[in-house]
């Protein structure tokens, strides 16, 4: 198993640009979410999504746009990258029910800097 | 919503000796509390986890205990070594209840620092 993948590892954005940060998953996780790391703010969840076709907001979800077509790909959407949106990404996959291990696995991070 | 507050943000120890770290956490639907550990440059990784039907776990040479009725739950390691040197992350979340998937809440993380 690749576990979760995430590709770019580095990304540097103009102020307006655009760009698609991409996670995949290969452990038939229903639940998969994505992250921002600031330093000093630990980890706050941008965007989750429970299955296949739901996605739902989380605490910082102002310009981050997802969809999730498959059970394996979770893609995150800048939509005009901004400067405060300097930061580390990191997507994140589990099972959702009670009777399994709910453990949350990261994939490697993205490195994203807006000048 | 929930809100995990995290003490200390920084803790130094001398090698062989005892770490604690303590999380509380504002709602009292939360019934997943897992502890995370991140090297510099790394991903979060789990290092233990505890769910609401039991009040500790132990897993070698880390513990973690849970206090339902306070709402706080604590991270201890014991006979540290400069490995575990590391920012450790505590969290929250109605892990398998309808509707929130697995959403987890993060404390503000502890950086450790194991000296020899």
Known sequence: NAGVTQTPKFQVLKTGQSMTLQCAQDMNHEYMSWYRQDPGMGLRLIHYSVGAGITDQGEVPNGYNVSRSTTEDFPLRLLSAAPSQTSVYFCASSYSSWDRDNEQFFGPGTRLTVL | ?116
């Open chain 2, 1 to 116: 919503g929930e809100n995990v507050e995290q003490h200390p943000s920084t803790l130094s120890v001398q090698e062989g000796d005892s770490a604690v770290i303590k999380c509380t956490y504002s709602d009292s639907a939360s019934n997943y509390f897992p502890w995370y550990k991140q090297e510099l440059g790394k991903r979060p990784q789990l290092i233990i986890d505890i769910r609401s039907n039991v009040g500790e776990k132990k897993d070698q040479r880390i513990a973690v205990t849970l206090n339902k009725t306070a709402k706080h739950f604590s991270l201890h390691i014991t006979e540290t070594q400069p490995e575990d040197s590391a920012v450790y992350f505590c969290a929250a979340s109605r892990g398998g209840l309808t509707g929130g998937g697995n959403k987890l809440t993060f404390g503000t993380g502890t950086q450790l620092k194991v000296e020899l």
